[in-house]
């Protein structure tokens, strides 16, 4: 059964003139009673009773019309939608994120759901074990997230944008004039860190045992944007990648003086698994928006 006689056999069966469908359908009348034919021999029915003076449905045929044009109907509709997917119009995009990225991504969901209002955007922040399994189990489409220390086989991580970790603090705050900071100098001063779990905090934790030292940590808190709502209302300091402060003009990040204290931030996405056009616009536009710019320099 083909699309083609089904569109042949409803012009027919409103018209139920053979010859005005063939000439409304740009083909011969022979032709049409061809394929016509070829239908009602796979259906093993006959759709139409013919005779020298006029032409009517059977029962199947009246049976057999609406069903056709609801195919018809449905083979148009997934026509269009293909067709809209491929030209990124309509959809579903799910990204994971880690807490560290949502400056980053603030411009990049601005400038593509004003692109493409067609699709519909989930953004989910997690840390990125949690993001990492949501993206092997297809739940979300890419993830947001530093380079991991140990890298995943099944996972390909697209570098975006080179960071490092900084002491995190308000601008009028008595350090905010250093160059850089020792790990010794903190101890000198309240803390408020992002929670256990969180990739930020287990970069810092290779240097930092805030379980077995001096350091003073008023404050542990899993939400970086409530982390450094605190920090701009006080003079606690915090330890976060330059990029979690892009869209903060009252802080200021000051180099944490550490061995290989190099970040790269990475969209991930699954190993040979197909990415959908809209991921791949996603990201180019997450490459050209002025935040990656403005830290790649």
């Known amino acids: 059964m083909e699309l083609r006689q089904l569109k042949y056999f409803i012009k027919t069966a409103e018209t139920l003139n053979f010859s005005e469908a063939a000439r409304s359908l740009y083909i011969t009348q022979s032709t049409l009673s061809q394929q016509v034919r070829t239908l009602e021999d796979e259906l093993g029915c006959p759709l139409f009773h013919r005779d020298s003076h006029s032409v009517v449905l059977t029962e199947y045929g009246e049976r057999m019309l609406p069903l056709a044009r609801q195919t018809v109907i449905d083979a148009d509709t997934c026509k269009s939608q293909i067709k809209d997917l491929q030209e990124v119009l309509t959809g579903t995009l799910n990204i994971g994120s880690t807490f560290s990225f949502g400056p980053i991504l603030k411009e990049s969901v601005k400038r593509f759901i004003n692109e493409y209002p067609g699709i519909h955007l989930n953004v989910t922040s997690r840390s990125m074990e949690e993001l990492m399994e949501k993206l092997r189990r297809r739940e979300v489409d890419l993830v947001m997230a530093f380079r991991p220390n140990v890298p995943f086989d099944d996972i390909e991580s697209r570098i975006l944008f080179e960071d490092h970790l900084s002491v995190i603090m308000r601008k009028d705050h008595p350090l905010s004039d250093r160059e850089s900071l020792s790990v010794e100098e903190l101890r000198r001063h309240r803390l408020a860190m992002p929670t256990k779990g969180l990739q930020a905090r287990n970069l810092i934790d290779k240097y930092i045992n805030f379980d077995n030292s001096d350091f003073v940590v008023s404050l542990e808190i899993n939400a970086v944007y409530s982390l450094l709502d605190v920090v701009e209302s006080s003079n606690l300091l915090t330890i976060l990648s330059d990029a979690a402060i892009k869209?903060?003009?009252?802080?200021?990040a000051i180099p944490l003086d550490v061995p290989?204290?190099?970040?790269?931030?990475?969209?991930?996405?699954?190993?040979?698994?197909?990415?959908?056009?809209?991921?791949?616009?996603?990201?180019?536009?997450?490459?050209?928006?002025?935040?990656?710019?403005?830290?790649?320099?």
């Open 247 to 252: 869209d903060r003009q009252t802080l200021k």
């Open 260 to 297: 290989d204290n190099q970040m790269q931030g990475c969209v991930h996405v699954l190993k040979k698994t197909y990415l959908k056009r809209s991921a791949e616009v996603f990201i180019k536009i997450l490459r050209e928006s002025l935040s990656i710019v403005d830290m790649s320099e």
